[in-house]
């Protein structure tokens, strides 16, 4: 079993910045592919942001995209989401996932069905 734990969410003002973490543990494949995604209240849950198991392949839906960054540290099993910018349609709950087919193009990482794995979320409230 693989277990994700997010951390880095909190309350922040429209135009700051926060930086998510995700750590994984437990019987972790060699390589996969991981994914934020994010649910606001009374919406369904989303995509946001994926990364390839090298790092070398990213993904950002329309809405994040010049204000969001995805980044992974493999040695030590953490992926961070950088966001900027932020305003008060980004306040959700955020999730990461981890995907075990890590070799297919990362479009494919867009959809919550390519996912094998997900954390608990951390939750992001922006205020204006």
């Known amino acids: 079993q693989v277990q994700l734990v997010e951390s880095g969410g909190g309350p922040v003002q429209a135009g700051g910045s926060l930086r998510l973490s995700c750590v994984a543990s437990?019987?972790?494949?060699?390589?996969?592919?991981v994914g934020w995604f994010r649910q606001a209240l009374g919406k369904e849950r989303e995509f946001v942001a994926a990364?390839?198991?090298?790092?070398?392949?990213?993904a950002f839906a329309d809405s994040v995209k010049g204000r969001f960054t995805i980044s992974r540290d493999n040695a030590k099993q953490t992926i961070t989401l950088q966001m900027n910018m932020l305003n008060p349609e980004d306040t959700a709950l955020y999730y990461c996932?981890?995907?075990?087919?890590?070799?297919?193009?990362?479009?494919?990482?867009?959809?919550?069905?390519?996912?094998?794995?997900w954390g608990q979320g951390t939750q992001v409230t922006v205020s204006s």
């Open positions: 996932a981890a995907a075990i087919v890590y070799s297919s193009p990362i479009s494919y990482y867009t959809a919550l069905g390519s996912y094998d794995y």
């Open positions: 437990g019987r972790t494949p060699s390589l996969y592919a």
């Open positions: 990364i390839s198991w090298n790092g070398e392949r990213t």
